[in-house]
């Protein structure tokens, strides 16, 4: 039997209102939180071009509110890398979904600067907010008819063999449902 709690403007017995039932926000946000990650990544001499770096771990159903990154020191030779999705995989091996989901080209060059990491016009304005599976039906339509509930990383896709070594800081800012 479900308990339901009933609210009233009624201050009088003279007035006849009917009491209002609150709205109650759906489960998939009520129990959601916002989260914070900082991922560092020591990207050394010898990375290649066909290497990809798993940076963070998403569920599909993970609502991205920010990305930034900065560089400690210029990254020579990944200057043109890209920040996207991939599946997780069971030994971090899934397949790629969006090689340049949050942005097609980053810029490791720079040192301390930080940069906006959705910089794709992919995806833009309040379709920032939907799930990152709602986001994919955006960029490739009809991709889910529904979430997939998969483990997703963030990877960087080097543009370029790195001759100078530097360690990239991902911030993430994005909402999980538990």
Same mark, same amino acid.
């Given at each position: 039997?479900? %308990?339901?709690?009933?609210?009233?403007?009624?201050?009088?017995?003279?007035?006849?209102?009917?009491?209002?039932? /609150?709205?109650?926000?759906?489960?998939?946000?009520?129990?959601?939180?916002?989260?914070? @990650?900082?991922?560092?990544?020591?990207?050394?001499?010898?990375?290649?071009?066909?290497?990809? %770096?798993?940076?963070?771990?998403?569920?599909?159903?993970?609502?991205?509110?920010?990305?930034?990154?900065?560089?400690?020191?210029?990254?020579?030779?990944?200057?043109?890398?890209?920040?996207?999705?991939?599946?997780?995989? @069971?030994?971090?091996?899934?397949?790629?979904?969006?090689?340049?989901?949050?942005?097609?080209?980053?810029?490791?060059?720079?040192?301390?600067?930080?940069?906006?990491?959705?910089?794709?016009?992919?995806?833009?304005?309040?379709? @920032?907010?939907?799930?990152?599976?709602?986001?994919?039906?955006?960029?490739? /339509?009809?991709?889910?008819?529904?979430?997939?509930?998969?483990?997703?990383?963030? %990877?960087?896709?080097?543009?370029?063999?790195?001759?100078?070594?530097?360690?990239?800081?991902?911030?993430?800012?994005?909402?999980?449902?538990?």
């Amino acid at each position: 039997m479900a %308990v339901r709690n009933h609210f009233s403007n009624v201050f009088s017995a003279d007035v006849d209102v009917l009491p209002t039932v /609150p709205v109650i926000a759906g489960i998939g946000q009520g129990s959601s939180r916002v989260r914070y @990650k900082r991922a560092t990544c020591l990207l050394d001499v010898g990375f290649l071009t066909t290497e990809v %770096v798993g940076i963070v771990p998403l569920r599909s159903s993970d609502r991205v509110l920010d990305v930034r990154f900065s560089t400690e020191a210029a990254v020579v030779g990944g200057a043109t890398s890209q920040l996207g999705l991939w599946e997780a995989g @069971k030994n971090h091996d899934g397949i790629v979904i969006d090689a340049n989901f949050f942005d097609a080209v980053m810029d490791l060059g720079a040192t301390n600067v930080e940069v906006d990491g959705r910089t794709t016009a992919q995806v833009t304005g309040v379709n @920032k907010g939907l799930a990152l599976w709602e986001q994919m039906n955006i960029v490739t /339509p009809a991709t889910y008819a529904n979430d997939p509930n998969e483990d997703w990383e963030m %990877v960087i896709t080097l543009g370029g063999s790195v001759t100078t070594g530097g360690t990239l800081v991902i911030d993430i800012e994005y909402v999980s449902g538990d």
